[in-house]
């Protein structure tokens, strides 16, 4: 079940390292992502989407600690289609386009 692994990720680290970075506890991750599913989506068919990040890692500057917490933070996680992650790319549209964590159209 992919819930638990989300769940046992502070397993291998730091836990207070995790929720620092994401901004919420792995549990509140998960029923963050589960509450942005799509319809058909489940911890099932994890094999079927990919976790995706609304703004891509591209377009931060990783080395920059404000940057690489906005890049982490829960609320630049969507589950999205595989094919659509892959359709997306490292596309973002440009600053004003549109709201902060509005899902990217693909």
Known sequence: HARKVILRIG???ARSHYSELLGCSLSDLASHIESNFLPGMSWENR????LDHIRPLKTFDLSDP?????????????????????????RWPQQGDRKEGERMET
């Open 66 to 90: 404000p940057q690489l917490a906005g890049a982490c933070y829960f609320t630049n996680l969507q589950p999205l289609w595989a094919a659509d992650n892959l359709r997306k790319g490292h």
């Open 47 to 50: 094999n079927l989407w990919h």
């Open 11 to 13: 397993a291998f680290g």
